[in-house]
């Protein structure tokens, strides 16, 4: 998708491998054959060099000048925060770089209670329990709560961390097309017999912006006695009236028994994950969850600096409030000049193309206009469904989203996209 950039460091001839052994050699000429499948495809994904910190503008090896960043997600623009930079440094000073342990067995400062106890505030939930990101959150959530006795109903469009979890776990699974309440009762009637019933969804999906209906999953949940999972990675700090999420926006606190979410993206931005929601459900996932019992804490400068996000994120709205200024802006003169948009609910918004190699060649044109975007099609999105992904930020300014403006308006033209 994106261009290659030459990275010295990384390339060329590693000492000792000219002597290739016959069993790797065949193995070698399989992988190439396989990697040249998928350029010819047009799918090898290319890493993009930043030589900055991560924000609203970059410097990208390679180009010339800054760039303006429209595919990150720094939703409240904390991923250079300086207040963020000093809490981490202040944890490093406090409590050294690393952990050097799980958990469990000696790998919990007082800095990850607090930090837990962060987070179920700010949910308002009972308990809970940090991952080294939310891909294992995810991962570790199913197995160790249901077996083949239990049912799991799954949105058709979920994370591939939620499928990779239920894949892992003996649970029956169901599937229901994307948000289709209709098709998700129709599983819950399926899964009737079945001893324990969960939904599980994404909060906000990531290629239309849409928000899950949460208060409707409530209700077919209550109806047929099923729980409720949700994956706040892209709607934490985005949705609800203050961007406490979805259970803020539906007003469905009490009702959801399972948060999943990330401090990868609105909350900061360096890594780490969770799952919070009922004491005996977390007490369990302490028992049992294998990528929280078998894989490493939290280092504490990032603890350190999520404890600070969240007293920031409690002093004051301004950050949710500016990102969804900066949202309705966007969408409203992307509207006005004739641009086909997903209705969008989130800081995502999917600017319709519908064509594949459009979709590509308009990323490319917007590359050189000094905005960085990403053309998704077939099949990170259905077929005929190419599109651009546009993300705002809190960080973004009014500036830059018009320089934004201008240059879509003026690539829709080029392109024949707009009149
Ligand atoms: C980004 C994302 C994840 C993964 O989060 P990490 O903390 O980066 O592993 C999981 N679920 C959803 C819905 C996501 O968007």
Redesign the pocket.
């Known amino acids: 998708m994106w261009p290659a950039v030459d990275c010295p460091s990384v390339c060329g001839v590693i000492p000792g491998s000219e002597n290739t052994n016959i069993m790797y050699q065949n193995f070698k000429t399989h992988l190439e054959k396989e990697l040249q499948d998928i350029k010819d495809a047009g799918l090898y994904k290319n890493e993009r060099i930043i030589t900055t910190p991560q924000s609203s503008d970059i410097k990208v090896a390679g180009t010339e000048g800054e760039v303006l960043n429209f595919c990150a997600n720094n939703y409240l623009g904390l991923a250079d925060n300086s207040r963020l930079v000093e809490a981490a440094k202040a944890a490093m000073d406090n409590r050294g770089y690393g952990m050097s342990s799980v958990r469990f067995i000696c790998g919990t400062q007082d800095l990850h209670k607090e930090l837990e106890k962060s987070i179920s505030d700010y949910f308002k939930t009972e308990d809970t329990i940090l991952y080294a ?3 294992d959150a ?1 991962g570790g959530l199913f197995e160790p709560l249901f077996t083949e006795e239990d049912a799991i109903i799954s949105d058709s469009l979920n ?1 591939a ?1 939620i499928i990779d979890g239920v894949r892992l776990c003996k649970a029956k699974r169901f599937r229901y097309k994307n948000a289709d309440m209709a098709d998700l009762e129709r599983c819950l009637q399926e899964a009737k017999d079945c001893r324990f019933r969960i939904i599980a969804t ?1 909060g906000v999906f ?1 290629m239309d912006g849409n928000v899950a209906p949460m208060d409707k999953i409530c209700e077919l949940a209550e109806k047929y006695d099923a729980l409720v999972m949700v ?1 706040e ?2 709607s934490a700090g985005v949705v609800g009236k203050t961007g406490h999420g979805v259970a803020e926006q539906y007003d469905c606190y009490g009702k959801i028994d399972i948060f999943t979410g ?1 401090l ?2 609105s909350f900061g931005g360096a ?1 780490g ?1 969770f799952t919070t929601g009922r004491k005996e459900i977390i007490d369990m996932l302490r028992q049992r969850s294998r990528p929280y019992l078998f894989s490493n804490s939290v280092a504490p400068s990032i603890v350190g600096a999520s404890i600070e996000m969240f007293r920031m994120l409690g002093e004051s709205d301004d950050l949710h409030t500016k990102l969804m200024d900066n949202v309705e802006y966007f969408r409203t003169r992307m509207l006005e000049a004739g641009f086909d948009i997903k209705p969008t609910q989130s800081a995502i918004c999917a600017v319709m193309l519908y064509d594949a190699k459009l979709s590509q060649d308009f990323a490319a044109e917007m590359q050189k206009e000094g905005i960085y975007v990403t053309g998704f099609y077939y099949p990170v999105v259905p077929k005929d469904q190419a599109r651009i992904r546009v993300q705002l930020s809190a960080a973004h300014t009014r500036e830059q989203l018009d320089k934004a403006i201008a240059a879509f308006i003026a690539v829709g033209k080029r392109l024949n996209v707009l009149k």
């Open positions: 990101a939310c891909f995810n994370h961390s994404d990531s994956d990675s892209h990330t990868g993206k890594m994950g």
